[in-house]
């Protein structure tokens, strides 16, 4: 298997409850290395721009809202088959609907308040990153 990149977003309600190293010890657990990592509070202009392909969406200006709500921690996460694992140790958007273990069903408080954000796809995971980090910021 080959060597990914995904990002990764510690979400508002996870930074306000101080759980950030709980989430990222499941990363870790799983095999995943966390090799570029910054703790921002998004302005209103830069949440809709990362999330500008929800723009069109009835929930776009909540999401856009709660994600400027508080700190955020952005982290690059690598390792092999990173998107995927990443997707699988985060679990289902909708926190009733993960499965037992996952991040969002052992730490989301709801569909929007879900403690974690993860890249859907290698090409989506290398737009997200260069958002937010540099090829310098990335320590392997």
Do not use: W
């Not at 101080?18 to 990592?37: C, S």
Request: glycine content about 8%; charged content about 25%.
């Amino acid at each position: 298997m080959a060597i990914e990149r995904t990002l990764s977003i510690i979400k508002p309600d996870a930074t306000r409850r101080n759980i950030t190293g709980k989430i990222n010890m499941r990363f870790e657990e799983a095999g995943l290395r966390v090799v570029a990592q910054r703790r921002i509070r998004l302005t209103r202009p830069q949440a809709e721009a990362f999330y500008a392909v929800h723009a069109e969406r009835s929930f776009f200006n909540d999401l856009c809202a709660f994600m400027i709500s508080g700190p955020v921690v952005v982290q690059v996460l690598e390792g092999e088959n990173a998107v995927q694992k990443n997707r699988d140790i985060m679990g289902a958007t909708n926190p009733a609907n993960a499965k037992p273990g996952s991040i969002r069903r052992d730490f989301g408080e709801s569909i929007e308040a879900n403690s974690v954000h993860g890249s859907d796809s290698a090409e989506t995971a290398a737009t997200e990153i260069a958002y937010f980090f540099g090829e310098i910021d990335i320590v392997g």
